[in-house]
């Protein structure tokens, strides 16, 4: 689709040779800052993950989501909404399971021991790979972002509470009659996400005057985006993206997005509160706010921002 946008996510270099220099490293940390307050994502161009390991990946998902629905709703989790969904009413394109803790080993196979108890070591290496290079990629970010603001101090102890979820997604295409609206406009309520798509596009951006625009990924792109949790972390600073997903092109289309969590309390650096700047949200426990958020009436409710409903000053 040719769109008549002014809007353009900014693409950033993240290959090891570029950001492994101390002097460019400084650079990509005012891109990311900059792109992060303008729009709450970019493009990470990142060559840790390989072409082959980027097929190997997407080729194993095909496996998974072609096991009986029977199997895949054995995907559950006792956090909110951690496990499998597919067949919602509001988004019938959608199909996709959660990978709690998919860096580990151990979370990985408690994943695969559900899908295949007879085991499937190719999927479990492959998945723990790809998701230890996102994680290495958010937590590049994470450092920058720090370092821009002046709150280094408190990194370790967000990096010692951090978990991840990854969640890997099935689109269909849209049958005649049916809305190509494959994932309505949302936020994440992560602190992070990072979305990695195969061969379709379809990711749409929201830009803050509330044009949609669409997004154009190659197999090394990585759209980095704020969730609503560094939202509340930057008293506003970096505002989380809104976003949803069109089926333009034939499908299936698959991808993988990875939620950073605080397994704790979010909580506003004292550096980020002036008096130009009230505190926009009390500290909040991160998973309880999923907790609340997931509740069916709270989820009925299509809140813009539940956050601020949540925690909101
Ligand atoms: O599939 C995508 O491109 C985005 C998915 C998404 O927004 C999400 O899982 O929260
Ligand atoms: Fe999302």
Request: aromatic share 12%.
């Amino acid at each position: 689709m040719v769109s008549s946008t002014n809007h353009k996510l900014a693409v950033i270099n993240f290959s090891k040779e570029k950001v492994g220099l101390e002097s460019s490293w400084a650079a990509t940390r005012d891109e990311v800052v900059a792109a992060m307050e303008e729009y709450g994502c970019f493009v990470a161009l990142y060559d840790n993950v390989s072409s082959q390991l980027h097929e190997e990946i997407f080729e194993s998902l095909k496996q998974l989501f072609d096991l009986p629905t029977s199997t895949k709703v054995l995907n559950k989790s006792v956090k909110p909404l951690f496990g499998y969904v597919g067949g919602i009413p509001l988004v019938p394109l959608y199909e996709s399971l959660g990978i709690d803790n998919p860096n580990t080993l151990e979370g990985i196979q408690n994943f695969t021991k559900v899908m295949w108890p007879e085991g499937n070591d190719s999927f479990r290496e492959t998945l723990l790979t790809y998701a230890k290079s996102q994680v290495e990629l958010e937590q590049m970010v994470m450092q920058m972002i720090f370092e821009k603001y002046g709150v280094e101090k408190y990194l370790e102890s967000y990096k010692k509470v951090f978990s991840y979820l990854t969640r890997v997604q099935k689109y269909r295409s849209p049958k005649e009659n049916e809305s190509n609206l494959a994932f309505v406009s949302h936020t994440d309520k992560s602190f992070m996400s990072i979305v990695h798509q195969h061969q379709y596009n379809g990711l749409e951006i929201r830009a803050k005057d509330g044009e949609w625009f669409n997004v154009d990924l190659t197999p090394s792109s990585f759209v980095v985006m704020a969730g609503d949790a560094i939202m509340a972390w930057s008293n506003n600073k970096i505002t989380s993206a809104h976003h949803r997903v069109i089926m333009e092109e034939k499908g299936p289309r698959f991808s993988i997005a990875q939620f950073s969590f605080v397994e704790g309390i979010v909580e506003t650096p004292e550096e980020f509160i002036d008096e130009e700047h009230p505190l926009q949200y009390k500290s909040f426990d991160h998973i309880e706010f999923l907790r609340f958020y997931a509740k069916p009436e709270n989820l009925k409710q299509k809140h813009e921002l539940p956050l601020k409903v949540y925690c909101g000053v």
